[in-house]
């Protein structure tokens, strides 16, 4: 990719943020709700947001250490916040695996990018877990009617749980599911053995820092919330909360900036909790600011930095698995001929 695209691509990013920052969040309404806030709700919430983060790097890290041995923490760091600059600007975040892969160019882009995939279903597991709970708790208070559309939603999310517990308690055996397959598609089994490196004892401390990390962005929720209404109890806004997360992991992202199904959700969950929608809404406006937005600009400087791999201008012709002649001004001296016998 020539220089002059690379800089004009990062030019265009830093702009682009700046424009969703403006256009993408309703500055009146969000200015409206703000005017009675509580700030120390809100200040809890921001001092909650390096911890969230951390989490997400430290679990991460935990699941890469297994295909690609232990990396410097500034360069995890560094690949986390480029995996979120680059996150929002594509359907259900697909950028966040090339931005974290760039960073670790050393690294297979495989080996990186199913390590952020086995993460997002551990954080799938957890949301969806809680959320079923949540949802039994709504039943049981007369909030949820027992109607064939719940039941479908509660069903969803058992089947879904099952699948992802049993992928994260056999990691190995879920991937030789995917033996048959490899057979048809060159390249597969290979790109699939990081799944087969993985232990049980890999998914237990990933799956606590999970369920840490999942307290700490559903409480900043709860803390946002209560910040626009501190008269609400807290248990109901949690459960809202949890059944707006049990949505999210549920029904598939495909729009840029990861806003639609958060923010709907929102609406829709609070009303249920006998809690006021807008103030759900004005919570899940704040949340994607502060956890999306806010750490994909510290990222920019990142993606700045960053050296895309160039491509070779002259590929090698041998085919795969053969040794490559070596280049006449990279062979060795020739030894001194002697026609005298040893």
């Known amino acids: 990719m020539p220089r002059w695209l690379r800089r004009l691509g990062k030019w265009a990013l830093t702009a682009a943020l700046g424009v969703a920052l403006w256009f993408t969040v309703d500055v009146a309404a969000v200015s409206e709700a703000l005017r009675g806030a509580r700030w120390s709700w809100i200040g809890l919430a921001l001092l909650l947001l390096p ?12 699941l890469l250490r297994r295909g690609a041995g232990p990396f410097p923490a500034r360069q995890l760091g560094a690949a986390l916040l480029c995996g979120f600059t680059l996150g929002i600007w594509t359907p259900a975040r697909l950028g966040e695996y090339a931005g974290r892969a760039f960073c670790l160019h050393d690294t297979d882009p495989w080996t990186v990018s199913l390590s952020v995939f086995a993460q997002r279903m551990i954080d799938m597991l957890v949301g969806v877990v809680a959320g079923l709970l949540a949802l039994l708790g709504a039943v049981q208070a007369g909030w949820v009617p ?6 479908g939603a509660a069903a969803t999310g058992a089947v879904t749980a099952a699948g992802l517990g049993a992928a994260v308690l056999y990691p190995g055996r879920t991937a030789a599911w995917g033996a048959p397959l490899a057979r048809w598609v060159p390249g597969l089994s290979s790109r699939i053995s990081y799944f087969q490196r993985l232990r049980p004892r890999d998914g237990g401390p990933a799956l606590a820092g999970t369920v840490l ?9 709860v803390c946002l ?4 209404a501190p008269g609400l109890p807290p248990l109901s806004v949690f459960v809202a909360v949890a059944l707006t997360f049990y949505a999210k992991y549920l029904i598939p992202s495909l729009t840029l900036l990861d806003l639609g199904i958060r923010e709907g959700g ?3 969950f609070f009303e249920i ?6 103030v759900g809404l004005s919570a899940a406006l704040l949340l994607f600011v502060i956890n999306v937005l806010l750490p994909a600009a510290a990222g920019l ?3 700045w930095r960053l050296s895309l791999p160039h491509r070779r201008s002259s590929p090698d012709p041998s085919p795969p698995g053969s040794v490559p002649w070596p280049r006449p001004d990279r062979l060795p001296p020739a030894a001194p001929l002697s026609l005298t016998r040893d």
Do not use: E, K, M
């Open 51 to 62: 911890l969230n983060v951390a989490l997400d790097g430290w679990v991460w890290a935990r």
């Open 146 to 151: 027992l109607s064939a559309a719940w039941q």
């Open 213 to 221: 990390r999942y307290l700490v962005f559903t409480g900043q929720f």
């Open 225 to 228: 919330t209560l910040a626009l």
């Open 266 to 268: 929102a609406v829709l």
């Open 273 to 278: 909790a006998g809690l006021p929608p807008a």
């Open 301 to 303: 400087p990142f993606i």
